[in-house]
C-alpha cells in the first residue's frame, strides 16, 4: 500500500480511481455479471453516471470514482461470492460516498439509471 505525502493510505481502489477509462471499462464488466444480485443497482448507475458527467465537480468525481473503484475490484473485504453478505462493504462503501455528495446526483442520474435498468445491461458507454 503507497502512503501519500500527509500520512494517508493509498490501496488498489484509490490508485484504480485515478485512471477513470479502466473504471469504466471493468465497470460494465462487473456490472453485466452481477446485476441480478445487486439491490443497489439502481444507485451505483446514478453514482457511476454522476461520476463521468462533465458538469460534476472533480471532488465529486473522485470520491464517487472511489467508491465504483472499490465495487469493481477483485477483492475486498466481503467477497462478492457470498450469499446475501458478498456485496455489503460494496454498498456501504457506495452509500458513504453518495451521502457525501447527494447534492450532485442528479434527478438527470437517476433517470438515466432507470432506464438503463430498464432496457437491460447497458454496453460500455
Do not use: N
Not at 485515478?18 to 439502481?42: G, M, N
Not at 463521468?52 to 465529486?60: E, G, L, N
Not at 468525481?61 to 462478492?80: N, T
Request: hydrophobic share 50%.
Amino acid at each position: 500500500m503507497a502512503t501519500s505525502d500527509y500520512g494517508m493510505r493509498f490501496g488498489p481502489a484509490d490508485r484504480l480511481a485515478q485512471d477513470p477509462e479502466s473504471v469504466r471499462r471493468r465497470f460494465w464488466i462487473k456490472f453485466k455479471k452481477v446485476v441480478a444480485r445487486l439491490p443497489f443497482a439502481e444507485d451505483l448507475l446514478a453514482a457511476y453516471y454522476c461520476a463521468f458527467d462533465r458538469q460534476t465537480p472533480r471532488h465529486v468525481q473522485a470520491a464517487l470514482l472511489g467508491a465504483i473503484a472499490y465495487f469493481i475490484l477483485p477483492f475486498d473485504f466481503i467477497p462478492d461470492m457470498l450469499p446475501v453478505l458478498g456485496f455489503t462493504d460494496d454498498a456501504a462503501v457506495l452509500a458513504t460516498a453518495i451521502r457525501m455528495v447527494a447534492s450532485h446526483i442528479t434527478p438527470d442520474h437517476r433517470e438515466a439509471a432507470r432506464t438503463a435498468l430498464k432496457r437491460g445491461v447497458p454496453e460500455a458507454e
